[in-house]
Nanobody, 121 residues
Framework: QVQLVESGGGLVQAGGSLRLSCAAS????????MGWYRQAPGKQRELVAV???????NYGDSVKGRFTISRDSAKNTVYLQMNSLKPEDTAVYYC???????????????WGQGTQVTVSS
């Protein structure tokens, strides 16, 4: 199994910055992509950003130009640098990985427990 542990959430004023980290551990043969999703109260979970093993990135429209995703493949860790934060960025942020536990396993989705980000106005 693959475990994802997030860190870096917290409370910040509008216009401020936060950096989230997510480290994958456990039985990992290969990670195809890692990313971040978020869910605000009463809303559906939405894509924030994702990065593939080849370095390709994709961002949700609401965070383009403000957030940057990066990855340290040697450490199986993904980062999310969040700048110019807005109150509407307030949500629980979940780390996601598409990983295979062995060379014989299909890729599966794994999720972290979530970290709260609160942006005050």
């Amino acid at each position: 199994q693959v475990q994802l542990v997030e860190s870096g959430g917290g409370l910040v004023q509008a216009g401020g910055s936060l950096r989230l980290s997510c480290a994958a551990s456990g039985s990992i043969f290969s990670i195809h992509a890692m990313g971040w999703y978020r869910q605000a109260p009463g809303k559906q979970r939405e894509l924030v950003a994702v990065i593939t093993s080849g370095g390709s990135t994709n961002y949700g429209d609401s965070v383009k130009g403000r957030f940057t995703i990066s990855r340290d493949s040697a450490k199986n860790t993904v980062y999310l640098q969040m700048n110019s934060l807005k109150p509407e960025d307030t949500a629980v942020y979940y780390c996601n990985a598409a990983a295979a536990a062995s060379r014989y396993s299909a890729y599966s989705d794994y999720w972290g427990q979530g970290t709260q980000v609160t942006v005050s106005s």
